[in-house]
């Protein structure tokens, strides 16, 4: 921080005049730049307001209530946690046990199938060898008959 002349001259002559500034002794809250704070006075006895122990005791018989409400809150949440962790497990064992059975669905498929390919190609040669084929006859068509143009009648000779 740059100061300039005026400024510096105005501090150095508050510090002239007030040496006790500068004194590390002077601890107080600017650090030495202010005199010291006084010394606190202690009382003795007791220092309470008419009342003050009516209201002490209300209030400590409302810490005691929230302290208990504190504690039985606490035993909700945890066994909120439980429940909801046990649940937790049992649904990813759960679908452990549903990957394990899809992982086997393909297999079964294709087992399936063989057997449904098998059981229909048997049925179709039992079909077979139980009737007898019909002779297979090919119907082959008549040519179409195309009239014939007119001819001439045939010249007469003489």
């Given at each position: 921080?740059?100061?300039?002349?005026?400024?510096?001259?105005?501090?150095?002559?508050?510090?002239?005049?007030?040496?006790?500034?500068?004194?590390?002794?002077?601890?107080?809250?600017?650090?030495?730049?202010?005199?010291?704070?006084?010394?606190?006075?202690?009382?003795?006895?007791?220092?309470?307001?008419?009342?003050?122990?009516?209201?002490?005791?209300?209030?400590?018989?409302?810490?005691?209530?929230?302290?208990?409400?504190?504690?039985?809150?606490?035993?909700?949440?945890?066994?909120?946690?439980s429940?909801?962790?046990?649940?937790?497990?049992y649904?990813?064992?759960?679908?452990?046990?549903?990957?394990?059975?899809?992982?086997?669905?393909?297999?079964?498929?294709?087992?399936?199938?063989?057997?449904?390919?098998?059981?229909?190609?048997?049925?179709?040669?039992?079909?077979?060898?139980?009737?007898?084929?019909?002779?297979?006859?090919?119907?082959?068509?008549?040519?179409p008959?195309?009239?014939?143009?007119?001819?001439?009648?045939?010249?007469?000779?003489?």
């Open positions: 921080m740059h100061l300039d002349e005026d400024t510096a001259d105005a501090l150095r002559q508050i510090i002239k005049e007030n040496p006790a500034l500068m004194d590390p002794a002077n601890t107080g809250a600017g650090g030495g730049l202010l005199p010291p704070l006084p010394p606190i006075e202690r009382q003795e006895g007791p220092r309470q307001t008419p009342g003050m122990e009516e209201r002490l005791s209300k209030l400590e018989g409302q810490m005691e209530g929230h302290k208990f409400v504190n504690g039985v809150t606490l035993a909700v949440a945890a066994i909120v946690v429940v909801a962790i046990g649940g937790f497990a649904t990813f064992s759960r679908l452990d046990q549903i990957d394990a059975k899809v992982s086997a669905l393909p297999g079964q498929i294709k087992d399936d199938l063989r057997e449904l390919n098998r059981a229909f190609g048997d049925a179709v040669t039992a079909t077979r060898q139980a009737q007898p084929q019909p002779p297979l006859i090919i119907q082959v068509p008549a040519p008959v195309h009239p014939s143009p007119p001819t001439a009648p045939p010249a007469r000779q003489p």
